[in-house]
């Protein structure tokens, strides 16, 4: 598991324990991620520059497009995965429901989503008050801090998707397994709520060095 966690100038440093050794660093490209209004659900609100998403009061008479998630309040990342190491942060604060994570490029757009790897999504979320891993039967996460900023880490060929509490630099969850194909950041910022829920999420900026990914 992750055992330790640093800002190293703009690229995340991270040391994990495996077979009871410590395995040498590994360097994740630190990014600062877009929206991409097209898959946006037609509830959802983007800031001009497509780093805060939250669900609006109405639905917005949008384009029909393939790309669009027509259901499910949720939009994808601009940026897409087919290999690589890389890092992101999201804004969370005091919501009291979001999914966050990455999905295949593949998934269905025009029904209601149904979070699990076997369906092409790797996601944590809350709800209810409840932090879960969503795997095939969906995983309960002991929180201890609530975060206000999650951490995600993707390492495409390791297939690992690691989640990450910012917020007491605690580890969340890891997923395993294979990837293939395009994978894509994946936001759900949850119904309002009658405004309780009302607040976006926001995609951080993290500090950061040009120079890309090193490899130990």
Not at 32 to 41: S, Y
Not at 87 to 100: C, F, I, N, S
Not at 112 to 127: H, K, M, N
Not at 197 to 214: D, F, K, M, R, S
Request: net charge positive.
């Amino acid at each position: 598991g992750l055992i330790y966690t640093e800002h190293l100038n703009r690229n995340i440093k991270l040391q994990w324990r495996r077979k009871q050794s410590l395995h040498s660093f590994t360097y994740f490209k630190m990014l600062i991620l877009n929206l991409q209004q097209n898959t946006a659900n037609p509830n959802l609100v983007l800031s001009e520059d497509r780093k805060c998403v939250r669900c609006g009061d109405k639905r917005q008479d949008l384009p029909k497009n393939p790309e669009r998630f027509d259901l499910s309040v949720c939009v994808l990342g601009a940026e897409g995965f087919a290999g690589g190491r890389c890092y992101w942060e999201v804004e969370v604060g005091d919501k009291t429901g979001w999914d966050l994570g990455v999905c295949k490029e593949s998934v269905r757009r025009k029904e209601l989503v149904t979070l699990s790897p076997e369906d092409g999504y790797w996601a944590v979320w809350l709800r209810d008050g409840e932090y879960k891993a969503l795997t095939s039967t969906s995983t309960p996460l002991p929180v201890s801090v609530r975060p206000s900023r999650v951490g995600i880490f993707l390492d495409y060929e390791a297939g690992e998707v690691s989640f990450y509490n910012v917020t007491d630099r605690s580890h969340l969850f890891t997923f395993t397994g294979t990837f293939s194909g395009m994978l894509r950041p994946y936001f759900c910022p949850g119904r309002n709520a009658g405004g309780t829920n009302a607040a976006p999420l926001i995609i951080c900026p993290v500090p950061a060095q040009a120079g890309g990914n090193l490899c130990p």
